[in-house]
C-alpha cells in the first residue's frame, strides 16, 4: 500500500525485443525506480489493439513494484494508429497463436534478462489478451502466475478454430504450469458464463490451482473506463483482486 | 477479436477519410468489437488499400438493425438503376486515383 511519505518513481519507454522468430518487435517497458529485485509482468494487449490503455495498464503495474512489458503483438501488420493497425488485424481473423507464443516468450526472456528483475514473472491480459495469457502459461515456460480477464474463445468449438487459432486453449489446460486468476462479468458473450463453467470444470478436473471471481452487473470488459462497458464497482473489486493474487503468487 | 468472424471482399472504388481521395481495393466486414460505437459487438466495414498501409481506412461501424437496413438499400438502390437502365457495371480503369504515400 503506498504511503504518502514514500519516494516513488518509475521510468516508462519503448525498447526493442526479439519476439518470435528471432524478430526484433518493439514493447512498451515500464519498471519501478530502483535496483530490485522486482517481480516481472507481461501484459498482452486486447485484440482492438496496443493502445493507450494498455500503456496506462503497464504503468499501473510498475506503480504496484512490477517490472512490466507489453509487446506490440501486431507489430509485423504495420504502423499507424492503434485503431487503423487493430482493424487490420481483425480482418484478418487475429494474431496466429504461433507468432503470439514466440512474441510472448520473447518478452519473458527480455524481463528475465533484466538485472533487477526476480525470479518471478507474471503475465496478465484482457479479451484476446486473456485467451493469449491461458495459451502462454499452458505452453510456455517460466510463467509463474495468470491474470485472465475475460478471455473469450477459451473455449471453443471444432467450428470455430481457425488456421491462426487451430486448436482451443482449454485442450492444453493439463499443461497449465502456474495459478490463475479469471475476472469475469455473467452478461459477457464471449466468454458466456456457461464456457467460463466448463474452463473451471476442466481446471478442477485437472487439479490446477485457480480463483474465479464473476460479477453480476457486468459484461465483457468492464475494466475500459472508455467504452460504456466500464462498470466502477466490478473494476474497483477486481483490481483490488488481481494484485492481492499477484502479492501472494510473485512476491 | 473476440468473435473473429471476418469477410473480406475485393472492390472498386475511393474512399476519404481526411482532405484526399484515395484508392479502395478491399471491404473488411466482421462482426466483432467496434472502436467508437457504444456496443460490445457491431457490424463493421472498413473501406482500405492495403498496398497503402493501416491508415488508408475509411470504417463505420453500424448496429445490426443499421447494418441490415443499409443491405436492403444498397439492393433497392441498385436495382432502381438497374430498372432504368443507367447502371454502369464495369472497371474503373481510366484514371488511376492519386493514392498516398505508403504510410507504413
Given at each position: 500500500?503506498y504511503?504518502?511519505?514514500?519516494?516513488?518513481?518509475?521510468?516508462?519507454?519503448?525498447?526493442g525485443?526479439?519476439?518470435?522468430?528471432?524478430?526484433?518487435?518493439?514493447?512498451?517497458?515500464?519498471?519501478?525506480?530502483?535496483?530490485?529485485?522486482?517481480?516481472?509482468?507481461?501484459?498482452?494487449?486486447?485484440?482492438?489493439?496496443?493502445?493507450?490503455?494498455?500503456?496506462?495498464?503497464?504503468?499501473?503495474?510498475?506503480?504496484?513494484?512490477?517490472?512490466?512489458?507489453?509487446?506490440?503483438?501486431?507489430?509485423?501488420?504495420?504502423?499507424?494508429?492503434?485503431?487503423?493497425?487493430?482493424?487490420?488485424?481483425?480482418?484478418?481473423?487475429?494474431?496466429?497463436?504461433?507468432?503470439?507464443?514466440?512474441?510472448?516468450?520473447?518478452?519473458?526472456v527480455?524481463?528475465?534478462?533484466?538485472?533487477?528483475?526476480?525470479?518471478?514473472?507474471?503475465?496478465?491480459?484482457?479479451?484476446?489478451?486473456?485467451?493469449?495469457?491461458?495459451?502462454?502459461?499452458?505452453?510456455?515456460?517460466?510463467?509463474?502466475?495468470?491474470?485472465?480477464?475475460?478471455?473469450?474463445?477459451?473455449?471453443?468449438?471444432?467450428?470455430?478454430?481457425?488456421?491462426?487459432?487451430?486448436?482451443?486453449?482449454?485442450?492444453?489446460?493439463?499443461?497449465?504450469?502456474?495459478?490463475?486468476?479469471?475476472?469475469?462479468?455473467?452478461?459477457?458473450?464471449?466468454?458466456?458464463?456457461?464456457?467460463?463453467?466448463?474452463?473451471?470444470?476442466?481446471?478442477?478436473?485437472?487439479?490446477?490451482?485457480?480463483?474465479?471471481?464473476?460479477?453480476?452487473?457486468?459484461?465483457?470488459?468492464?475494466?475500459?473506463?472508455?467504452?460504456?462497458?466500464?462498470?466502477?464497482e466490478?473494476?474497483?473489486?477486481?483490481?483490488?483482486?488481481?494484485?492481492?493474487?499477484?502479492?501472494?503468487?510473485?512476491? | 477479436?473476440?468473435?473473429?468472424?471476418?469477410?473480406?471482399?475485393?472492390?472498386?472504388?475511393?474512399?476519404?477519410?481526411?482532405?484526399?481521395?484515395?484508392?479502395?481495393?478491399?471491404?473488411?466486414?466482421?462482426?466483432?468489437?467496434p472502436?467508437?460505437?457504444?456496443l460490445?459487438?457491431?457490424?463493421?466495414?472498413?473501406?482500405?488499400?492495403?498496398?497503402?498501409?493501416?491508415?488508408?481506412?475509411?470504417?463505420?461501424?453500424?448496429?445490426?438493425?443499421?447494418?441490415?437496413?443499409?443491405?436492403?438499400?444498397?439492393?433497392?438502390?441498385?436495382?432502381?438503376?438497374?430498372?432504368?437502365?443507367?447502371?454502369?457495371?464495369?472497371?474503373?480503369v481510366?484514371?488511376p486515383?492519386?493514392?498516398?504515400?505508403?504510410?507504413?
Amino acid at each position: 500500500m503506498y504511503q504518502t511519505d514514500q519516494y516513488e518513481g518509475m521510468i516508462a519507454e519503448t525498447v526493442g525485443m526479439k519476439g518470435h522468430n528471432g524478430d526484433v518487435i518493439n514493447a512498451y517497458l515500464a519498471r519501478p525506480l530502483g535496483a530490485g529485485p522486482f517481480p516481472g509482468m507481461v501484459l498482452i494487449h486486447h485484440a482492438p489493439g496496443w493502445d493507450e490503455w494498455y500503456r496506462e495498464c503497464t504503468r499501473r503495474f510498475a506503480h504496484h513494484g512490477y517490472v512490466s512489458i507489453s509487446p506490440n503483438l501486431y507489430f509485423r501488420d504495420g504502423h499507424g494508429s492503434p485503431e487503423d493497425v487493430g482493424a487490420k488485424v481483425r480482418a484478418a481473423g487475429g494474431a496466429p497463436d504461433t507468432r503470439v507464443l514466440g512474441d510472448l516468450d520473447g518478452a519473458n526472456v527480455y524481463l528475465r534478462s533484466l538485472p533487477y528483475v526476480s525470479g518471478k514473472i507474471g503475465v496478465f491480459g484482457t479479451c484476446s489478451g486473456g485467451r493469449h495469457g491461458f495459451l502462454a502459461a499452458c505452453r510456455l515456460k517460466g510463467f509463474d502466475a495468470l491474470i485472465d480477464c475475460w478471455g473469450g474463445r477459451v473455449v471453443q468449438s471444432k467450428d470455430e478454430l481457425t488456421p491462426n487459432q487451430p486448436v482451443a486453449p482449454i485442450d492444453y489446460t493439463k499443461d497449465l504450469s502456474c495459478p490463475i486468476l479469471g475476472l469475469f462479468g455473467n452478461e459477457d458473450k464471449s466468454p458466456t458464463p456457461e464456457q467460463v463453467n466448463t474452463h473451471e470444470a476442466e481446471l478442477k478436473k485437472h487439479g490446477k490451482r485457480y480463483e474465479f471471481h464473476r460479477y453480476d452487473g457486468a459484461g465483457h470488459g468492464f475494466f475500459y473506463y472508455d467504452r460504456p462497458a466500464y462498470r466502477q464497482e466490478q473494476a474497483v473489486d477486481g483490481w483490488k483482486k488481481v494484485f492481492a493474487f499477484c502479492e501472494r503468487t510473485l512476491r | 477479436m473476440c468473435t473473429m468472424i471476418a469477410h473480406q471482399v475485393k472492390i472498386q472504388g475511393r474512399g476519404k477519410n481526411g482532405p484526399e481521395w484515395f484508392e479502395v481495393r478491399e471491404a473488411n466486414v466482421s462482426y466483432d468489437h467496434p472502436y467508437d460505437l457504444p456496443l460490445e459487438h457491431a457490424l463493421n466495414i472498413d473501406f482500405v488499400n492495403e498496398a497503402l498501409g493501416p491508415g488508408a481506412r475509411v470504417a463505420v461501424e453500424l448496429s445490426v438493425e443499421g447494418a441490415r437496413q443499409l443491405v436492403k438499400t444498397i439492393e433497392a438502390v441498385l436495382a432502381q438503376a438497374d430498372q432504368r437502365g443507367v447502371l454502369e457495371d464495369r472497371l474503373v480503369v481510366a484514371v488511376p486515383a492519386p493514392g498516398r504515400v505508403r504510410e507504413a
